[in-house]
């Protein structure tokens, strides 16, 4: 039996890394077929996994961060046919938070993150499916909105370079005290939610900004989404959040967090908000959110936390 062929989609950021490069090499040396394409611009990837589909690869690889794992994952979902028609996806981390990764268990080297490809068969995952005015996105791990939202996006290149998650921590200690509220309305099946939140995370992963569980008991294969409103407050509201950054984030923000689980989401907001897609901020007023259930198939971890068959495995 042939071993498969893989195509690594790797963000530019990386493409000097050593340890990348001998990981790569040392896969083939075992006999496994590893193209490298190499993305420098937008769209690079969709391109890149447009032909790696047209020639019948086995496994597209996304190595770098988040985004990287969302421009893949978003391209692959973007084809025709069921999750067993297209490659399988794996996720070689090399982001500067890695949430994704870190909430799944993937390895943080290069070689162990291509071992666990080779080793794991892929496990169908859920993707989050989203419409913002006449655009559409896919997402992979999880969109945020409000503080977390701002964080991200004020967060330097320069101090990620230097401090990589650390740098989310310290851009979000500066911002407390100056968060607006964001007037929207939320709603799904069974559920409405109505007021000012200073955080919103929608999810199929657990954490985004570099740490921040916004949605703790996300399932990556369980058809629905994890959503989680932290409401407005009044005078507690900088102590929360700075414990929520400093002391642990989910004890604090379970606090003041309304949370649901449902297949789809809408988001009516009074004015234009920014929704943070795994690193791409879409702005509308409003968001039409849905799970697709078992859009790909995804290489995790045997004990991976995100996915529900194993959490069954192991809860009595």
């Known amino acids: 039996m042939s071993l498969p062929h893989w195509r690594l989609i790797l963000n530019g950021k990386s493409a000097g890394d050593d340890a990348v490069r001998e990981a790569v090499h040392a896969l083939r040396a075992r006999g496994l077929t590893v193209d490298v394409r190499v993305t420098w611009e937008a769209g690079d990837a969709a391109r890149h996994v ?21 421009e893949v994952a978003a391209a692959l979902a973007a084809h025709d046919g069921d999750a067993q028609a297209l490659p399988s996806l794996g996720l070689l981390p090399l982001g500067t938070a890695n949430d994704f990764a870190t909430a799944a268990g993937l390895p943080d080297e290069p070689l162990p993150a291509l ?26 791990n999880l969109g945020s909105g409000g503080f977390g939202t701002q ?12 401090l990589g998650g650390l740098a989310y921590f310290i851009t979000g200690l500066s911002r407390i005290g100056r968060i607006e509220p964001i007037q929207a309305r939320i709603h799904g099946a069974d559920f409405e939610w109505d007021g000012g939140f200073i955080a919103l995370g929608v999810g199929n992963g657990r954490q985004a900004g570099g740490g921040q ?16 409103v932290v409401r407005e407050l009044e005078g507690e509201l900088v102590s929360t959040l700075r414990t929520a950054l400093t002391e642990g984030k989910v004890a604090a923000l379970d606090q003041v967090a309304v949370r649901t689980r449902l297949p789809a989401v809408t988001i009516d907001a009074a004015a234009p908000m920014t929704l943070n897609l ?10 039409e959110i849905r799970c697709v259930p078992g859009r790909l198939r995804m290489h995790l971890p045997a004990d991976c936390v995100l996915l529900g068959a194993t959490r069954a495995a192991v809860v009595p």
């Not at 589909?53 to 086995?58: F, L, R, Y």
């Not at 569980?213 to 989680?228: F, H, K, Q, S």
């Open 115 to 140: 071992e666990l490809i080779a080793a794991q068969t892929p496990r169908p995952v859920d993707l989050i499916h989203v419409t913002a005015d006449d655009s559409v996105h896919w997402c992979a």
């Open 213 to 228: 569980a916004l949605c703790p008991d996300a399932l990556i294969d369980d058809g629905l989404l994890d959503v989680t």
């Open 278 to 287: 795994d690193g791409e901020p879409v702005a509308s007023r409003r968001f």
């Open 50 to 70: 447009g032909v790696a589909v047209a020639d019948g690869v086995d496994t597209v690889i996304a190595g770098g961060g988040d985004g990287t794992l969302k």
């Open 151 to 162: 964080v991200t996006v004020d967060t330097h290149e320069g101090l990620k370079k230097v």
